[in-house]
């Protein structure tokens, strides 16, 4: 279905700035996500904001689930065309979300857009995955250079259906651009794996504290040397429909607004009576 | 100076759990890093641990910058032990700092540890850096799984000299395992690269606001097709000595207590009123 195509060679800066915002007073929306630009889930998005702005898509080359806010600094990044179902769909770039974010930001856009939006990612990045998570960290991204942005996921694993979230997500995003964020702030929303009439409702939620149960599997490979692979469940570990986990388990859209300061606070004072020497 | 070799072939789990912790009063400290098991900051932060410790060094096998907290999904690990200056020196991970962690704790140790320090790494992880840096992931993910936890820094990028920062991360970890930390808080500690006596002291600081003034550079391949090299660089956004990369570059050490909430509390009223419903 998707086809990837070599931006043609140019003197300069390959197709980049893309296409230059043409006069209009639509929002400017970036879409990105992190399971990859020929994910279903990103299509879903990309489809709900061409209804309400001017769309840039420029999303991963491969699969990035769990590469929370990582960048690539060690070798260079290739920014590709991309095609699906024979149209022009996106940019596909050889690295990680943060990548993406960074890429379009200092390449291919001509100015920062108006919007963020990661998604629609296939599985819940709700409690301590906002940590693992790529699609969160998109956002992050956007959130860290000033931009509105907004990560959406589906609560599962199997047997998505991605229409009421791109539908929920084309009302946020019209609530978003319309009332802002404030400065350094993201949202990330989980949405149930539920048909439209059997969502409960909308709660605003805080990162709630599930964690993961792991455990490593230990196989042998073909010449009898050992190898692991990581594997768990997220525990739930909350009782509130004020955290996020718990929220989406009991059928509830959860919003939840996330910050990239991780100052503890609270524990400053404590660690000042430590009376820290040199030595 | 250092080599690999595979961990002995066995009926099940090669020599995990590694050694049997011994019967003894020591702590038990895990040491881990993102520049590499064969960096010389790991080697500083290990030796200085050996002195207050058990310790046992499980790190990423090949340099894991910029990884944040990116946990590897797709394909297994492989754990072999590595050897330093012809002795065993701990197990290398084909993975990146978290993987490291969770390495650790699922398969590597008999039991969790008593403190998990990560570094010494070769650059600063202050303000934003937090977000990027795998070496604070590491230490982060001490904090999810509940062991106390420290990331130390030392912030240049040539002409490193560990020797202080070993020094000091003797003296804090002595500190932490004394006083313990809250769940949930590591501390993220980054020291500018001066000799002892040209260091002003220790400050207490939060995650402060200076961010990445970034570009891409274009370069043409061999074959005429476009690469892009990201590069930048960190612009102070600060003027206190409450502001971890400020402290820094005036002198300090800088210890910054850390927690894993990402929750903008703060705005939540604010949400609250929009009144999403479900579309």
């Known amino acids: 279905m998707a086809k990837q195509t070599r931006a043609p060679k140019k003197k300069s800066n390959a197709e980049f700035p893309a296409e230059k915002f043409h006069k209009t007073s639509k929002p400017r929306i970036l879409v990105c996500n992190d399971d990859g630009i020929d994910a279903e889930g990103i299509e879903f998005l990309a489809k709900a904001m061409a209804q309400i702005g001017e769309i840039t898509v420029v999303a991963p080359n491969s699969p990035q689930s769990g590469m929370s ?6 070798k260079p990044l290739r920014i ?21 974010v960074k890429a379009a930001m200092a390449q291919i856009l001509p100015e920062p857009p108006d919007l963020i939006v ?23 991204e956007g959130a860290i ?21 791109a539908k929920f997500a084309k009302h946020l995003a019209q609530k978003v651009l319309k009332e802002g964020l404030p400065t350094g702030t993201l ?11 059997k ?6 939620t805080k990162q709630g504290n599930s964690k993961w149960k792991e455990e490593m599997l230990e196989r042998n490979d073909a010449y009898g040397q050992p190898y692991y692979w990581l594997r768990g469940e997220l525990v739930l570990q909350d009782d509130s429909l004020d955290d996020d986990e718990y929220a989406v388990r009991h059928g509830y859209v959860s919003v939840t607004p996330l910050s990239f300061n991780l100052t503890n606070h609270s524990f400053i004072d404590t660690i000042r009576t430590w009376n820290l020497k040199k030595r």
């Open 69 to 74: 806010h990582a960048m690539t600094l060690g």
């Open 80 to 100: 590709t065309k991309w095609y699906k179902h024979k149209k022009f769909f996106g940019y596909a770039v050889s690295g990680t979300p943060v990548d993406c």
């Open 118 to 140: 990661s998604g629609v990612n296939y599985g819940s990045n709700t409690a301590i995955n906002i940590l693992y998570s790529g699609t969160v960290a998109a956002a992050l």
């Open 145 to 165: 250079a000033g931009v509105p942005a907004i990560a959406f996921s589906l609560c599962t694993y199997a047997n998505a259906d991605f229409s009421y979230s």
């Open 187 to 197: 949202l990330t929303v989980n949405l149930p794996n539920l048909p439209e009439e």
């Open 199 to 204: 969502i409960k409702g909308v709660v605003v």
